[in-house]
């Protein structure tokens, strides 16, 4: 689930190190929806994707991805997620008019979005990293901002604005590992 420079690409890249698996490569199916369908139907081996969060809850999105489809759980696991406020280069914090993420980044940061950036428009977008890549490429405009990850900022060229701004400094996600139910 996710776009390059993701969260769950993070957490693919954890688990594919830690298990032996050999000439794995990646998939960017965005969505749990799309991850699952991939596994039900053998076209990829394994899905990864977000379950819960230690200060965001539980992954709506992937709820009623699992509700709808025939998989068996491999593995959970968690990894620590730290959230950078990401801009195009040279913007500065009086030209952002929006801020744009994932559901479960947004509400990760939601003390902080308050606090911080009380009149700009919060929006929900369908992947951290898509947001990020939207923004370089010129899908959203010039003075959005996205909550993302370091390595969304350092694969679409983007300046981080602000770093950490997750509201509990240990922010864990918990993800499953899916495979085809034999």
């Known amino acids: ?4 420079g993701s969260f769950s690409e993070q957490a693919a890249r954890v688990y594919c190190s830690e298990n032996p698996l050999f ?3 990646i998939d960017y199916l965005v ?3 799309r991850v699952l369908t991939a596994v039900e139907e053998g076209q990829t081996d394994r899905g ?3 379950i819960e969060n230690s200060n965001g809850g539980i992954v709506i999105e992937a709820v009623h ?3 709808k489809h025939n998989f068996e759980i491999e593995k959970m696991f968690e990894i620590e997620v730290k959230h950078n406020l990401l801009v195009l280069p040279g913007t500065k914090a009086s030209d952002i008019t929006a801020i ?3 559901d479960q980044a947004i509400k990760q940061c939601r003390m902080y979005l308050k606090r911080v950036w009380p009149q700009v428009d919060i929006q929900v977008y369908a992947d951290t990293a898509l947001a990020a890549k939207d923004i370089k490429n010129g899908v959203l405009p010039p003075t959005a901002a996205a909550v993302a990850s370091k390595g969304a900022a350092e694969l679409y060229g983007l300046e981080i ?3 950490g701004i997750q509201d509990l ?3 864990y996600t918990t993800f499953i590992v899916a495979k085809k139910r034999a």
Not at 1 to 4: F, L, R, V
């Open 100 to 102: 744009t993420s994932h």
């Open 169 to 171: 400094k240990f922010n």
């Open 161 to 163: 604005l602000e770093e």
């Open 1 to 4: 689930m996710g776009e390059k």
């Open 48 to 50: 990864i994707f977000p």
């Open 31 to 33: 969505n749990a929806e």
């Open 65 to 67: 991805a699992m509700a």
């Open 23 to 25: 000439n794995w490569e």
